[in-house]
């Protein structure tokens, strides 16, 4: 068994920053492409953010330039850190990540459970 948590959320004022982080543990041999989304209220979700193993990443044009996503394998975990930011970025944020567990020959997908972000005007 796999688990992503996401931590780092909060409130903070337009034009501010935050770091997130998106933690696995459990049975994991290798993680592969992480990606970063966000739903705010009344919305679907949306990707923002997405980072290979390799560190190779791509944004959505709303949020190119201001976050950037990173990861510490040897931790098990990735970040986003977001600068900049404006009310329009709040929202519920999400990592998914495909994970190959000890034993399994496929990777599975893999969601946690969510970290609110809020920026106040």
């Known amino acids: 068994q796999v688990q992503l948590v996401e931590s780092g959320g909060g409130l903070v004022q337009a034009g501010g920053s935050l770091r997130l982080s998106c933690a696995a543990s459990?049975?994991?041999?290798?993680?592969?492409?992480v990606g970063w989304h966000r739903q705010a209220p009344g919305k679907q979700r949306e990707s923002v953010a997405a980072i290979t193993n390799t560190g190779s990443t791509n944004y959505a044009i709303a949020v190119k330039g201001r976050f950037t996503a990173s990861r510490d394998n040897a931790k098990n975990t990735v970040y986003l850190q977001m600068d900049s930011l404006k009310p329009e970025d709040t929202g519920v944020y999400y990592c998914n990540a495909k994970v190959r567990s000890h034993q399994a020959i496929w990777y599975s997908n893999y969601w946690g459970q969510g970290t609110q972000v809020t920026v106040s005007s």
């Open positions: 459990g049975n994991i041999f290798d993680i592969s492409d």
